[in-house]
């Protein structure tokens, strides 16, 4: 597509390209009321041309930026929140699971362990009996640790009755004024409150597996860069897709953006500043700037106008056709409808 800053093609002059693409045949086929053969420079745009549209059509090439370029979000998971997961190995706009970025690492709060050692015993499943202090063995409640209880013999005296204190071993430590420790029944410690003997917990993290999974999100977009063409509604889809098939034929205007075009600058370009014109130049911005804020589309190099004419005509035999042109005013291209 070459640059060309000039104004589009006038109606006089696509009327007078068209009528040279005619033959003879056709010409009296479609102007000749008489049926008389009529030759080109009886026909006239001034008679037949009965309006003039003037459209534009824009093309914005569009960079998608790969998924390598960008800044995704990352996501760390445990191994049942990884099965709840649907990764994607194939390209799409929208942020997913992306399966290539998917790796394992180890658990940080078990440092890979799985299980996390119980503090309070410190991994034994035990703790010193607080009863005994560890000893097994608890003083006698039954002598007070003196291992002798008194007991009292009753016995009769010629006027009286009487009794006396005499000491035995305590029948409860049997002497030796301690006892087995009835909390820890003589071991000298208990099994651990806090984690119940297992010395520790699976770590809630990893769920015991030791492992964690990280992977990232966003959309999974190869590098490439294709043209994004903007319409006037009325243009008829069968026409854009042919005039889209020639745009290497066909000159056009090149802005930087589609905020340099004011008024006078449509006028320079189109010849005037048409309510189509205006209305597909804003569309135009609209996407442009729709591009602009997209983190995964970028913009290369200019924004590219064909200037586009539809002349309606009518014939004096009543038949009515359009004539669509597209191009600069040297180089431009007809398409019928
Ligand atoms: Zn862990
Ligand atoms: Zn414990
Ligand atoms: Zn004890
Ligand atoms: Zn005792």
């Known amino acids: 597509m070459r640059v060309v800053r000039v104004q589009s093609p006038s109606p006089d002059d696509v009327f007078k390209k ?9 010409l009296s086929r479609l102007f000749s009321a008489s049926g008389v053969v009529i030759s080109r420079s009886d026909i006239s745009a001034a008679d037949n041309v009965k309006s003039v549209e003037r459209h534009l059509m824009g093309v914005i090439r569009v960079k998608t930026i790969p998924t390598h370029a960008m ?4 996501k760390v998971v445990n191994y049942k929140q990884l099965e709840r997961v649907t990764f994607y190995a194939k390209e799409t706009s929208e942020d997913v699971p992306i399966l290539k970025t998917l790796k394992l690492q180890v658990c940080d709060k078990c440092n890979g362990g799985g299980e996390i050692t119980c503090k309070t015993c410190g991994g034994e499943g035990y703790i010193t009996c607080e009863r005994c202090g560890g000893a097994g ?11 002798k209880i008194k007991i009292e013999v009753k016995y009769v005296l010629p006027d009286k009755k009487a009794k006396k204190e005499i000491n035995i071993p305590c029948p409860e430590c049997h002497g030796k004024k301690k006892v087995r420790c009835p909390e820890c029944h003589g071991l000298g410690r208990v099994v651990c409150p806090d984690c119940g003997g297992r010395g520790g917990e ?15 999100i966003g959309p999974i977009l190869e590098e490439r860069v294709s043209p994004l063409i903007v319409y006037h509604d ?3 889809p069968h ?20 905020r340099e075009l004011g008024e006078k600058e449509l006028v ?8 189509e014109i205006k209305e597909t130049i804003r569309k135009l911005a609209r996407v442009e700037s729709m591009i602009k804020k997209s983190k995964e589309k970028k913009i290369v190099g200019p924004i590219i106008l064909f200037p586009i004419l539809k002349l309606y005509i009518e014939t004096p035999k009543n038949i009515g056709f359009e004539i669509w042109a597209i191009g600069t005013k040297d180089k431009y291209i007809i398409l019928e409808k």
């Open 18 to 26: 068209w009528l040279e693409s005619k033959d003879s045949q056709t």
């Open 71 to 74: 800044k995704l979000k990352e």
């Open 137 to 147: 063995q608890v003083t006698c409640e039954r002598c007070g640790g003196t291992g």
């Open 202 to 216: 699976v770590c809630d993290k990893c769920l015991g597996a030791k492992a964690l999974f990280q992977y990232q």
């Open 234 to 236: 009325e243009i008829p």
């Open 239 to 258: 026409l854009r897709n042919k005039m889209v098939n020639r745009l290497g034929d066909i000159g056009c205007i090149e802005v930087k953006s589609s």
């Open 268 to 275: 320079k370009y189109f010849g005037l500043a048409t309510k």
